[in-house]
């Protein structure tokens, strides 16, 4: 049912006309995010510049129970800005403000649409930096990293945003205006600064995040080393840890990895080795080198073939850029595939690999493995070619691997959330009460399901479309919900 | 109405748990160790207690994976004995572990000791949980590994929650390999003097563990450094010319009046201005807000005794316990929280500071998660 | 009532990342999009944070994600091309930073190439659009009507017998206003020297190279076609500047207007193919744009595809032909020759688009001023955006044009710079509109040599020179005053 004109005249007189998009060609080009397999056309998109205009608009959907979607930049890769049909999307790219960097606390004040780059580059010139760094950090918001609680290659020393955010500024499904958290780490009651973080858009819109902020450190070291297996690369991550380091970052990829990323970049992979790690170490002069010369020494004990360090800062930005543009690359080297997110915990890392190359060569069809080795948070690649019919069968092989992952004592996602992608799986990780509690602490928050429905918890109707994948629907047969 | 002496369960499993929730009617306070009894709001009467310090002890630890599960009830001292057996440990030094707290009281106090500056508390550690809701609906978030996304994160809205939406039965850590090396430099002086020492320490590159500011006369900083055995010796030298006249090593039990000013242990506190702590009518008080702000802020509190995080924000406060909603109004004039810990059995003082702004949502959790609101009643007065 | 919380559309999930077939293509026949290349786009977003008109409207179906997405549809025949589609691909700038950003190798440059004759053949365009359009390219690839609009008086006057121009002054005499409003000074001497048709080099031969002197160039920034043939003749090149030489169609090309362009490419090709020469050279970043694209532009064009394929790999700009002749090994003759007198001070270049992001020359440029001693690079912030120039963009689009033309000068006076660098008229152009605005600056020292010493600039953002690379090397070679413009 589309809305009716008067609705649309109140969103124009709340934002002017110019920021109400209805036009369907221009609507169009918001029916999804970074995961493209899911496409809804919104029926109205709107964008305005100003927290309290955000409230506005919200207020509206609320008092007409009109479903509403925020999106950022539309990077997110589980579908988690996938509109909804007859709702509206609240874009918040143009609330770009860095509202405040103060040195003396160590934090920023921000707006949602400022990008993950832009805090660090903020704050670099009083030598601090924001530690999450999503390989999309040139073009993700804060506001999408705090959605979906973004990770990044160097969240296995310094966490995800969810440790470094102090407090939000959120609008609630029913317009109101809330801060959650504080200026301390010292909460009042309940951490529901921490439930709102990572909850995909599904409790409110964020309009102002305050985020810690690092004093950059002393020094780094990058090594970007070549092993003859990924095998051996996984027993190095395992001996680093074993070592009691804690290194910034280790990152670890496959041949076909490899050969689109540096397809893309030229940032100096070696396109002959199957597998090649990244690991950084940070922190004082005197820990780093002395960490470094180990993490070398375990480097060559497990037959390392080609040891390079970065020898400049612009030699670390070039590894950092050849593995940042990984997935995206994977295009050059395939004309479709499957981003997977899965998490295993990492004494199992060799087991699911090869399980993983062991399902792959069953569908016939290649899968290139980036992942972050340290936390074992894996994103296994399914190369496949649409025209050629091998859609169903990549997305089977790609739910098959995620669900390996909860299998195997992990998570269906380490950092692009569950979104409508992977929202049919969660009862593979989740029982039908922890699913129905979850969706009761939604209901505390969004009484009349208007924020972002359809996302996170799997539905009857999501999840019921695919023939003979969840049917009939768990939290259906327990009762709790029902088919409309 | 009169009511029969309240019952006291100890349940042993988490199935226990979920029985004596559906058995038992009415209103349930639930206790691990005692640590923390008179924190926060004061309990209202209830039917029954549920004492999980029974339900006790390591499910299972991945020493290769960092990951220990726990029941909710085991001491964190114990824990921390067999983790070190694996050179490893869970990175929280709150202060009363030493009295035995255990890792579910831990979490629903939202408590941290000083080196939450780098690790930070409970919220930080907890990757998954298991609790009982008031309708005996076992539920479970999270899981086994650091990374993870997968739906709410119930762990975070049980820390700090001090039992309201119903006892933690199983908690999932994430574990820090233990340091080397530790070691602690002093520095003799009062808060605003300590407080621009920080400000220059954390613009340095040391790395500081723990940063933390004790009352006393004049007062002390103590500044905690970890690393290597090797190397950790030339870090503590450039600490020490960082920080300037009167730093110097010490030793590691410098630590241990920290933790006494924490838990407001009566006598042992000499005030900011030097009086004597008023044992007997102490009332503690936990406190947070923007680092820079807070030497100014203890300027204004009528202390007996603090302990100060210098770079965190966040301290813990002794004062008369006539003074306590002048500490609530003072933080909360600064945009800071604070909540009343230990303080004398009869003291009818609030124990929360303004109300925030999200009190309406966390009472709308609260009647979908407790609608009859069973558990630990009370605790959040006055606010709900 | 509660909407229903379900997605409509393809199931959710799905890992399909194509829209099927709805209609036959809005795109007709002659060079639609390559459905490989649409294919292509991943939907990462790396390139919004690079979109001029992204940054400065938020908006999607402005960014290039949204221009391809677009694209798809219309080759999928589910819209149109007329309306929104041809007003968000008018919008573009055409500076291709999203290649240059671009993860996947997305030829986006490829795809705009072939969508824009395709509006143009295929859209008709208000009456306003279409007089304005025919005007600009009636006046600006000719340089017979550039030169009489350069003498004093109104253009009107000067170019009665254009009919397009005739016709836009008769009934938008507003329009034409604004267009001579961004026309530059010039002398009329200026306006009328001819290049000489062979200049030697300066000692022993390092190359042999032809000129594309250009129409706007010609005309509007002669002095830097003559500081081009005295800097290579300087550095040891032999520089024809064939007399006969007309318009390359570079403006055509990225308007889409096709017909005539590949017309002009031919006449260029004709022109210059039979030259014994090692490089045809070009400072100017768009004519080295397109005509390093003929050999794809006449690909399917039998009689001419070889003819264009060796002719643009024979182009160069002269950037590069100048860092080549500096990085080859001292055994062969390598390295800077001419003497260079100092000139000290803070120099910004500004990377034009056509160079950096179309032709991916962005250190050759860098590597030719470090040659100049005493010379101190700096960076312009947001190097990697458009200045709002772009062809005849700021003439079509001038609101965006504007923004982005005081986004750009706000961040080139934040460098400091004693003197402005930039490889492309129309980036002068703009850059010379937008940067006095700033008022004086801060900090207007400047330090050093005696000769070739870069004016303090303490009198306000105007009194910057502002210069092509060339200029700067040749006041360096010839130990002159840095000139102003």
Known sequence: ?484 | MTRAAPTTLRPTTPAEVRDAVLDVPGRLAISGAGTARHWAGRPDAVDATLDLSALSGVITHNPGDMTVSVHAGTPLADLQAELAGHGQRLALDAARAGRGATVGGLVATADAGPSALIYGGMRDLVIGTTSVLADGTMVRSGGHVIKNVAGYDMAKLLHGSYGTFGPLVEVVLRLHPVAKATACVAVDGPVDDAAERVLALMASPLEPIAVEWLSGDPGRLLVRLEGGTSTLPARVRRLVELLGDGAREVGPDAWDEHAALTTGEPGRAAGVGGAAGAAGRDAVVRIGCAPRSLAPLLGRLPATAVTAGLATGVATVTVHDASVTDVHDAVAAAGGTSVLRDRPADLDAPAWGAAPSALPLLTAIKNQLDPEARFAPGRFAPWM | MTSTPETDGTPTGAAETKIPQQAPSAFDAVHPPQRELLDDCVHCGFCLPTCPTYVLWGEEMDSPRGRILLMDLAEKGDISLDGPFTEHMDNCLGCMACVTACPSGVQYDKLLESVRPQIERNVERSRTDQLFRDAIFALFPYKRRLRAAALPGALYQKLRAVPAIRRLADRLPGRLAAMESLLPPVTVREAFATLPVHTPAVGPRRARVALLSGCVQDVFFHRVNEATVRVLSAEGCDVLVPRDQQCCGALEVHAGREESALDRARRTIARFETLDVDAVVTNVAGCGSSMKDYGHLLADDPAWAERARAFSARCRDVHEVLADLYARPESEDGGPRAPRTPVSGRVAYHDACHLGHAQGVRNQPREVLRTIPELELVDIAEASLCCGSAGIYNMIMPDAAAELGERKAGKIRDARPDVVVTANPGCLLQIAKYLPGGGATADGTTTGGSTGRAPAVDAGWGDVPLLHPVQLLDASIRGAEVPHR
């Open chain 1, 1 to 484: 049912m589309p809305l009716a004109a008067p609705i649309r005249d109140e969103f124009v007189a709340l934002l002017g006309e110019r920021d109400v998009l209805s036009d369907p060609v221009r609507t169009r080009t918001y029916e999804c995010d970074g995961l493209t397999g899911s496409r809804v056309v919104p029926e109205l998109v709107l964008l305005p510049r100003t927290a309290d205009d955000v409230a506005g608009c919200v207020r509206v959907c609320a008092r007409h129970r009109i479903p509403f979607v925020a999106r950022g930049a539309g990077t997110g890769l589980s579908g988690g800005a996938l509109p909804v049909a007859d709702g509206v999307v609240i874009g918040l790219n143009r609330l770009n403000r860095v509202l405040e960097v103060d040195p003396e606390n160590r934090r920023a004040v921000l707006e949602p649409g400022v990008t993950n780059l832009e805090i660090t580059a903020a704050a670099a010139p009083h030598g601090l930096y924001y530690a999450p760094d999503p390989s999309s950090q040139q073009v993700c918001t804060i506001g999408g990293n705090v959605a979906e609680n973004s990770g990044g290659a160097h969240c296995l020393k310094y966490g995800f945003t969810t440790n470094h955010v102090l407090s939000l500024e959120v609008v609630l499904p029913d317009g109101s205006v809330v801060t959650l958290g504080s200026d301390s780490a010292e909460q009042s009651g309940p951490d529901l600064r921490g439930v709102f973080l990572g909850s995909e858009g599904t409790l409110g819109i964020v309009t102002k995040i305050t985020v810690r902020l690092l004093r950059t450190p002393e020094v780094m070291r990058t090594l970007l080393a070549d092993f003859p297996s990924v095998a051996a690369g996984g027993q190095v991550v395992s001996d680093i840890v074993a070592a009691g380091i804690v290194p910034a970052a280790v990152e670890m990829m496959d041949a076909l990895a490899i050969e689109a990323a540096e397809g893309a970049t030229g940032a100096g992979y070696s396109l002959d080795t199957p597998a090649a790690l990244v690991v950084e170490l940070d922190g004082t002069v005197e820990e780093c080198e002395e960490q470094f010369a180990q993490v070398k020494e375990i480097c060559d004990r497990h037959g390392c073939t080609r040891l390079h360090v970065a020898g400049s800062p612009e030699e670390r930005a070039n590894i950092w850029r050849g593995r940042k543009a990984a997935f995206a690359a994977v295009g050059r080297i395939s004309p479709d595939y499957i981003v997977q997110d899965g998490v295993v915990p990492r004494t199992r890392l060799s087991e699911v690999l090869e399980r993983i190359e062991a399902m792959g060569t069953e569908a016939g069809l290649r899968v290139a493995n980036v992942f972050h080795a340290g936390d074992g948070n894996l994103h296994p690649l399914v190369l496949f070619s649409a025209a050629d019919g091998e859609t169903e069968r990549a997305e089977r092989l790609s739910a098959g691997i995620a669900e390996l992952c909860v299998e195997m004592g992990g998570s269906l996602s380490g950092e692009h959330g569950i979104g409508t992608d992977k929202a049919c799986s969660m009862p593979a990780m989740f029982g039908v009460d922890d699913l129905a509690v979850m969706d009761r602490v939604r209901a505390g928050f969004d009484p009349d399901h208007i924020c972002n429905p359809g996302k996170l918890l799997p539905t009857p109707r999501l999840c019921g479309e695919k023939p003979g994948r969840y049917r009939p629907h768990p939290l259906e047969e327990a009762g709790l919900i029902e088919r409309l």
